[in-house]
Every structure is written in C-alpha cells, then in structure tokens.
Nanobody, 122 residues
Framework: VQLVESGGGLVQPGGSLRLSCAASGRTFSIYTMGWFRQAPGKEREFVSAMSWAGGPTNYADSVKGRFTASRDNAKKMVYLQIDSLKPEDTAVYYC????????????????WGQGTQVTVSS
C-alpha cells in the first residue's frame, strides 16, 4: 500500500486543520491505520490508531479530546481532524499502515507516507 498525506499548513494557536491520507491498493480495509508525528529534534511519536478489526480509535494522551481520526474504506482515505491546536503540536505528521490488528509503536507499521508539515504559530 502507498500512502500520501495532505492538508498540513501554518495555523494559529486554537485553530483547526484536517489532515488527509490517500491510500492505494485494493485491500485497504484490512490495514490498521495509524497517525504519528515528529517534531524537530524529537523521536517520531504515536498519535492515533484505527484497527481494521474495529473497536474504538486509540489516541495518545497528549491529543485526546482534540484530535479525531477517521477512515473511509470505500474511498481509501484516512483523516485526522485536529482542533484546539497548540504550538507543541508543531510537527511533521505521518500516516502509516500495518496488517497487525493494532499498533502504537513505530515498528508496528510497515508502510509510511512522506509526511505533511503542521506548524502552529501566531
């Protein structure tokens, strides 16, 4: 599967963005889809994961209540709605896919997009 993110940009604190991830391949629905982010000088960190097996979407504690991930299997799309943005949310955001039922570690994912930059600044 190939993944392409879009939707990043410069936004003021308190603002919102909607990131999109377009996937290729015929079996998109069997992939667990994750979002990660990497700030300058920091490790890539887990943001959210949606299992192909269903169940609730899981989020990192730092984004709970502000970020909402969703997927549209028919369109082969994954989305990340980001609200109440903070300067510490500034990072490159990556979409990732795995055949595992769930994953919250970078090593759980086999497929990655190129990333989209989100910058939160006044």
């Amino acid at each position: 599967v190939q993944l392409v993110e879009s939707g990043g940009g410069l936004v003021q604190p308190g603002g919102s963005l909607r990131l999109s991830c377009a996937a290729s391949g015929r079996t998109f629905s069997i992939y667990t889809m994750g979002w990660f982010r990497q700030a300058p000088g920091k490790e890539r960190e887990f943001v959210s994961a949606m299992s192909w097996a269903g169940g609730p979407t899981n989020y990192a504690d730092s984004v709970k209540g502000r970020f909402t991930a969703s997927r549209d299997n028919a369109k082969k799309m994954v989305y990340l709605q980001i609200d109440s943005l903070k300067p510490e949310d500034t990072a490159v955001y990556y979409c990732a896919a795995t055949l595992k039922a769930y994953g919250s570690r970078r090593g759980d994912y086999n497929y990655w997009g190129q990333g989209t930059q989100v910058t939160v600044s006044s």
